[in-house]
């Protein structure tokens, strides 16, 4: 949209939020589904270009159409596993001249997730320090980034982080918790150099995860751990 079109006083900004608010759904569900089907860089793509002109139209950020969009693209640079992608999405969270606790919330497990890759203990304990997420998947992300970063530490503790997520996944009734917590248990079994339990774990993984990406990963973790 032109800028002499916004400038307009007969410009019904109304509209542009309802507008705005549509575009912002549809993209975060369209880049949800290429998430799935494996095709991370067109998700993101689809979330980038969304946003940019929802800001455009002036998208409110308290509207949770823009959270959403945002909380995808946080959930879809996790999966990505690269300071890119993360830097990426945390320069558009910090980018909003407005921004709710609910922004901040995710920016602090996209730091924490940053942090995590660099050191572990620093970022275990900014993994920590984050509230848990009412969301299942975003709690997912949290708690996959503590994993993360306890890797990166004593395998005691890697023990204790991983475990402590168990009780917590058999309260879920959403599958993606238990097929991250047999990933999760499938890596430290490998470290502790369990080697038959990680690979079974593995492969209970693959038959369970209905994401071609993940389910492609499983398949390969088992097959090198074999």
Do not use: K, N
């Amino acid at each position: 949209m032109c800028a002499a079109c916004l400038d307009d006083p007969t410009h019904d900004a109304a509209a542009d939020a309802a507008f705005a608010r549509d575009l912002a759904r549809e993209a975060t569900s369209l880049a949800r589904r290429r998430a799935a089907a494996g095709t991370l860089g067109p998700a993101t793509a689809a979330l980038a270009e969304a946003l940019m002109a929802t800001r455009r139209l002036g998208l409110d950020a308290d509207a949770p159409e823009h959270h959403a969009l945002l909380a995808a693209w946080v959930e879809i640079a996790l999966a990505e596993r690269t300071p890119h992608a993360l830097d990426r999405v945390h320069y558009e969270i910090c980018r909003s001249p407005v921004r709710p606790r609910a922004f901040e919330h995710l920016a602090a497990l996209v730091r924490a997730a940053l942090a995590a890759r660099s050191g572990g203990d620093r970022g275990l304990a900014l993994a920590d320090a984050v509230e848990p997420f009412d969301d299942v998947g975003l709690e997912l992300c949290r708690q996959g980034v503590r994993v993360l970063a306890a890797r990166r530490t004593s395998l005691a503790r890697e023990e204790a982080v991983v475990e402590s997520i168990a009780p917590w996944v058999a309260a879920q009734e959403d599958p993606r918790a238990r097929d991250e917590l047999l990933e999760w248990r499938a890596r430290l079994r490998y470290r502790q150099s369990r080697f038959f339990e990680s690979a079974t774990l593995y492969d209970a993984g693959a038959r369970d995860d209905a994401s071609p990406q993940r389910r492609l990963g499983a398949l390969t973790g088992a097959a090198s751990r074999s």
